[in-house]
Each structure stands twice: as C-alpha cells, then as structure tokens.
C-alpha cells in the first residue's frame, strides 16, 4: 500500500505541468525582464489615453517595438498583466534606461519605454490606480524556447466607448467590449480596490524598485490632451 501510494505521488509530480516563465524583452535586447506564469489579464486596450500614447511613442520611435494591436488603424495597446511578485528585474533595475510619459500635465498613470531603442515597456506609477497590477507590452513577450508568446484563448478588445473618433471599432475582431468583460473586471477591481483602502498586496522583491513607484509630479514629459 505504501508503494502504490508513493508511486501515485511519484507520477502526480511527474505529470504537473511547470510554471512557465516568460521573458519581456525590448527590440534591442538591453533590457529584459523574467515574469512568472500566465499573465493575469490580457486584452487591446483602445481608450485614448492608452492609443494616444502608443501613437506618441510609436511615432517618436519609429524603429522600436510598438504596443499598438491594430497597426492600420494605430488604435489599441496590446497589454498583458502580472501582479508585482511575479516580475522579476533579472538584469537589476531598468529605470535608468526607461522614459516615462503621461498624459497631459495631471496625468497620474505613467507609461514607460526604453531609452535603448524606444520599446514600449510597461504602465507604472505610485498614484496610479491599481496596487501591484502592472501592464506590460503584449507584443515583448517571448517563451522560454525563444519564440513569441501568445496568450492563450481570445484577445478581448476592451473600452471601445472611449476610442477615438478616428477609430472603427466595428471591424475589430471580437469579442469587442464597450468598457471590460466580467473576466478582466475580476482581475482588475480586486487590485483598485486594495489600493482605495490603502493596501498593496504583495510586492515581492519590487518593494523598492523605482521603476515600479515612478512619481507623476517627476515626469516631465506629457502626451498631449487632443480630445
């Protein structure tokens, strides 16, 4: 009997599927980052806070590796999410080689590329509204054997009520969402409303990484406000 119950064990471990890690990495290839598992969340994100400021990054940085999802209608940033515990800064801190953008001179959540190459990086900032969620460019994201990674089951189209006016959201491939569909806003309010009654949750080793707590009122560079 103790046998046959070590060997179930033996052949439960054996058939557990790892944990994947993936790595972000931008065009040239300084910067790069280990994030743990499956993302939280993925999905195109088209309000125009995030389209404005992939089209402004894209646009000064022809050559880097944009965010948009959409590149015909440069609409829609390709975002996957992981909570802070499962990013891992392999390299050391990237925040001397990052820029970091908002949008209009209030603008709290703060978007960053590289200096290196101009690669949309990830979304950050200490008065941003989620805790510990960061969003990450879909499109930097490679699998351990080196090939590029691609979420599994459908990319939702999300926030297509504050798409610009430019934008048709109807020949954007489904599922189309006007604001979230239920799955993403499982994710996503838990995370707000930790940082509403001043929790954070678990930050992992990025407790003090500056790249994660950038200061708003420390960014000087701003997307324009033309809507």
């Known amino acids: 009997l103790l046998r046959s119950s070590t060997s179930n064990m033996n052949s439960s471990a054996a058939t557990e599927t790892p944990t994947p890690t993936l790595t972000w990495k931008c065009k040239c290839g300084k910067c790069q980052v280990k994030l743990n598992g499956e993302p939280a969340a993925s999905f195109n994100c088209h309000c125009r806070t995030c389209t404005a400021t992939t089209r402004y990054i894209t646009e000064k940085y022809p050559d880097g590796a944009t965010e948009l999802s959409n590149l015909e209608q440069k609409t829609g940033s390709a975002m ?84 610009f006016e430019d934008v048709d959201t109807s020949v954007l491939p489904e599922p189309r969402y006007k604001f979230a569909s239920l799955k993403d806003m499982g994710v996503l309010m838990p995370n707000v409303i930790q940082k509403i009654f001043g929790g954070y949750g678990d930050k992992g080793e990025n407790a003090e990484e500056p790249s994660m707590w950038v200061k708003s009122e420390d960014v000087t560079e701003v997307v324009p406000i033309t809507w």
Not at 94 to 103: A, D, I, Q, R, S
Not at 135 to 141: D, I, M
């Open 80 to 163: 996957s999410l992981w909570y802070m515990k499962d990013i891992n800064f392999f390299q050391g801190s990237p925040h001397e080689n990052l820029g970091y953008t908002k949008v209009g001179p209030d603008g709290t959540v703060l978007r960053s590329y590289t200096k290196c190459c101009g690669t949309q990086a990830f979304v950050t900032g200490k008065e941003m509204k989620m805790s510990t969620l960061r969003h990450f460019n879909r499109n930097c994201l490679y699998n351990e054997d080196g090939s590029k990674y691609t979420p599994k089951g459908e990319i939702p189209n999300i926030m297509l009520a504050f798409a």
